[in-house]
């Protein structure tokens, strides 16, 4: 199985003469891809081979002092924003007829560029220029990890700061092993739990800590500025901007997505998810009056705390199945009854056997449950699970036996080398 990851860097502050011939360069690529999208869209072409075939020839007298492979490249951008534009414009989601080319990345294909560790060169109307890249932590520790890189690029202009944008390809194949057991993982707004060798694991995120709290700083910006220099103001817009929510929160979804992943990966276990509907925000949000509630659950991103334990998991070869999360929180795994909560409290009672149960606990333990018996596991007549004919302990009398981790725990846990010359591949200028 290969493995693709993408990683952005930044190129040094770029001379005036150089940043003007990038300059050229990419209004020179907006202008073919706009003839070459205007085409597609007319002629309903979505196949880069049929497009290449029918406007090569015009994109080499359009501009000649272009290196050929840029009408490979733009044909294949062309293709796919075709084929994404086609395909909502079936669906009714489309309202032009035609595709608007706001923002351009220069594809860049083998015969375009060439790449050290710290520099790229990149073949233009005016020969090959060589322009410095600024590594950072993310990129050091892709290069040192065996990830190879891909024969095709991207960049784009970043005309406030006179930069280069550059998107590398990175790839690795990977071997996907068979799952001997499973860790089951319930996303919640401010926890993750996670079932570790039939102990579940509270680990706490804080997301709705940081909503609330992005949530009024937002508010008071726009409060103040508003009353200051009406709703249309680049100041509002300017300090809005510098604020760093998604920043926080991509960085605690990948963290805990490489802590559960790889606890996964030294047991040979694979992990269970519940298999929620693309929309998920959208459905729990329409009984939902509250506006700040409806606020806290759609940043809550359950879906991308999935979608980040799912690219961790594709990368060290895990194994992930998704199960029906249907009452999964509702229902007692060992007697099968209703598990009734009260006055808003996350903490339920068996209406069979009276065990107290954690809402959190609860979910992780019938996942597990429900992935076993997918799995070949079975299920007993009073509610337990048997593997290999054994059966399998359930924490159903105890919320007390859940391990309960503090963000401020966690967090650093595993995290990458604060500074370059902590890689092997490259020493700190001194």
Same mark, same amino acid.
């Given at each position: 199985m290969r493995v693709v990851?993408?990683?952005?860097?930044?190129?040094?502050?770029?001379p005036k003469k150089v940043f003007k011939i990038f300059v050229e360069l990419e209004g020179m690529y907006r202008e073919m891809l706009l003839q070459t999208v205007l085409f597609a869209v007319q002629n309903g072409i979505t196949s880069f081979v049929k497009l290449k075939a029918e406007k090569y020839s015009f994109l080499r007298k359009l501009?000649?002092? =272009?290196? #050929?492979?840029? +009408?490979?490249?733009? /044909?294949?951008? !062309? +293709?796919?924003?075709? @084929? #994404?534009?086609?395909?909502? @414009? @079936?669906?009714?989601? +489309?309202?032009k007829e035609y595709p608007e080319v706001r923002n351009v990345s220069i594809w860049l294909d083998d015969h375009l560029w060439r790449a050290g560790l710290t520099?790229?060169?990149?073949?233009?109307? @005016? $020969?090959?220029?060589? *322009? $410095?890249l600024e590594g950072h932590k993310h990129y050091w520790k892709t290069v040192n990890s065996g990830w190879r890189l891909a024969s095709q690029a991207r960049v784009k202009l970043d005309r406030k700061e006179k930069r280069l944008v550059v998107y590398l390809t990175f790839y690795k194949d990977v071997e996907e092993y068979e799952a001997k057991s499973w860790i089951s993982v319930d996303v919640n707004e401010d926890n993750v739990t996670a079932l570790i060798d039939f102990t579940p694991v509270i680990f706490e995120t804080g997301q709705k800590e940081i909503t609330l709290g992005y949530y009024y700083r937002r508010k008071r910006v726009q409060e103040k500025w508003d009353k200051k220099l009406g709703s249309r103001n680049g100041k509002k817009r300017k300090i809005l901007?510098?604020?760093?929510e998604k920043d926080k929160k991509r960085d605690i979804r990948s963290k805990l997505a490489k802590i559960i992943v790889l606890e996964a990966r030294k047991r040979n276990a694979g992990i269970v998810l519940e298999r929620l509907p693309k929309n998920v925000p959208r459905k729990m949000l329409e009984k939902i009056g509250d506006r700040? =509630?409806?606020?806290?659950?759609?940043? !809550?991103?359950?879906? $991308?705390?999935?979608? &980040?334990?799912?690219?961790k998991a594709r990368e060290y070869g895990v194994p992930v199945i998704k199960v029906n999360p249907k009452s999964t929180s509702r229902v007692c795994p060992v007697h099968?009854?209703? *598990?009734?909560?009260?006055? $808003?409290?996350?903490?339920?009672? /068996?209406? &069979?056997g009276g065990e107290v149960w954690h809402r959190d606990v609860l979910a992780v333990w019938n996942l597990y449950l429900r992935a076993l018996q997918s799995d070949g596991g079975t299920a007993s007549s009073f509610g337990g699970l048997c593997v290999n004919g054994r059966p399998v302990p359930l924490a159903s009398? &105890?919320?007390?036996? +859940?391990?309960?981790?503090?963000? !401020?725990?966690?967090?650093?846990?595993?995290s990458l080398p604060l500074i370059q010359s902590d890689t092997s591949l490259h020493k700190m200028k001194r």
């Open positions: 990851r993408t990683v952005v860097l930044k190129s040094e502050r770029l501009y000649p002092q =272009l290196p #050929s492979h840029y +009408a490979y490249t733009v /044909c294949q951008d !062309s +293709a796919l924003r075709v @084929k #994404s534009f086609l395909k909502r @414009k @079936k669906k009714g989601f +489309a309202e520099f790229i060169k990149i073949a233009t109307h @005016k $020969g090959w220029i060589e *322009v $410095g901007r510098k604020l760093h700040q =509630l409806r606020h806290r659950i759609y940043q !809550s991103a359950f879906l $991308g705390v999935q979608r &980040a334990i799912e690219e099968n009854a209703v *598990v009734k909560y009260e006055n $808003g409290s996350r903490f339920g009672v /068996c209406t &069979a009398t &105890a919320t007390n036996e +859940a391990i309960w981790i503090e963000k !401020s725990r966690w967090l650093r846990w595993n």
